[in-house]
């Protein structure tokens, strides 16, 4: 799905005034780490964006997120998976990765952006593209849903996983400053099927028109929204709590609810 090379590309003209989102995630990281009652010492971190958070983590290990990780086998007991799942060609495998160099109750936070993002301008593009042109071109990643990617954190063996979602919403002056800020922040068209040749202004032009129509907010500028994922998630260990085996219950729902059991008819 994702050009490699040409994701660094775009990600190594990234400001760091774009890095917003980044700011965001990493604020609520802290937040969730605040509530966990227990202290790590060998945190590993997994992006390419390493300023918005090493201050913030004090990582240990500082690792891009390629392909095959550069990752020790029970090598960590934390990992921070920063805003690169979303563009990741094999999620399940970078989880899997994290999961193997993380020791017994390890824990994962990743964070990365949820199938919501963008949806205002992947609509919009879409809309000018075929009208213009006649045809249309992949330009906004196929991001997953949170239900999906909470699934991959089991498909991966973690514990305890928890997905949850935090949905941002931002303004802009018109569809083109949307369009400018996604460059800013690295995040513009990386995808391997994208069209290889200049797109014709007249595409971008419907596009804005389109947007500032359906999706503007009645003072003259434009919404986008961003939606953040969270996915939490600890290597097994015996201490954790586990699920009790079926029919094992010593207790009757009909006796914690206070109410009185009656058979069903036949």
């Known amino acids: 799905m994702t050009d490699p090379n040409a994701l660094v590309r775009r990600q190594s003209r990234a400001t760091a005034q774009g890095l917003f989102l980044h700011d965001a995630a990493a604020d609520e990281i802290e937040d969730r780490l605040a509530v966990v009652n227990k202290s790590f010492t ?14 913030r983590f004090a990582a240990r290990d500082v690792l891009p997120p390629d392909e095959t990780l550069a990752l020790t086998a029970q090598g960590n007991d934390l990992i921070i998976h920063a805003m690169s799942l979303h563009w990741a060609n094999d999620p399940v495998g970078q989880l ?44 906004v990643a196929p991001m997953a849903d949170l239900r999906d990617q909470g699934a991959l954190l089991q498909r991966a063996g973690f514990a305890l996983p928890v997905a949850d979602a935090m949905p941002l919403t931002v303004e802009y002056r018109d569809a083109w400053h949307l369009m400018r800020d ?34 503007g907010n009645g003072a003259g500028r434009i919404t986008a929204t961003f939606e953040l994922v969270f996915l939490t998630g600890w ?3 015996e201490s954790q709590p586990q699920p009790l085996r079926p029919g094992s219950a010593k207790h009757r729902l009909a006796e914690a609810l206070g109410t009185n059991e009656t ?4």
């Open 96 to 139: 899997i990765q994290c999961r193997r160099a993380l020791r017994a109750d390890g824990l994962l936070l990743s964070v990365s952006l949820g199938g919501q993002t963008l949806t205002e301008l992947r609509a919009c593009l879409g809309q000018a593209e075929t009208s213009v042109t006649g045809g249309l071109s992949p330009r």
């Open 263 to 266: 058979k069903l008819h036949d």
């Open 182 to 215: 996604l460059r800013a922040m690295g995040e513009a068209n990386a995808l391997a099927a994208r069209l290889r040749r200049p797109t014709r202004r007249a595409v971008f032009e419907a596009a804005a028109d389109l947007y500032q129509t359906h999706f």
């Open 235 to 237: 290597a097994p260990d």
């Open 42 to 55: 060998d945190t590993a971190l997994i992006t390419r964006f390493a300023d918005p958070w090493q201050n």
